[in-house]
């Protein structure tokens, strides 16, 4: 089992930037692959980028990773996104996901056993 808390989240201004976190605990050995994904208001889960935790090799979705960018730190079990540019539309509850499966589906949410319970990121001016 994997437990997954993220942090890091709050309001900021378009323009602005956020560095979210989401510290891993438990069998973070097992680990293959983490991911990012959010839920904007009154739509589904969405995924946004994913990196193998072993190699970091990222996989991003193409329309936001230019602003977007994963990256962990495997020595403290912490999975980061960094996000630059943040725009009104960025407005969403994010969670970080892991699983311990290899899979070639990893932009699907159900590939995914663990979850945080999500952080809020709000961007207004």
Partial sequence: QVQLVESGGGLVQPG???????????????????????????KEREWITTIRWNSG????????KDRFTISRDVDNDI????????????????????????????????NYAYWGQGTQVTVSA
């Fill in 79 to 110: 999975l980061y996104l960094q996000i630059d540019s943040l725009e009104s539309e960025d407005t969403a509850l994010y969670y970080c996901a892991a699983t311990d499966r290899y899979t070639s589906d990893f932009r699907s949410p159900s």
């Fill in 16 to 42: 602005g930037s956020l560095r979210l976190s989401c510290a891993a605990s438990g069998d973070v050995f097992t680990v293959i692959r983490a991911a990012w994904f959010r839920q904007r208001p009154g």
């Fill in 57 to 64: 090799f990222t996989d991003p979705l193409d329309a936001v």
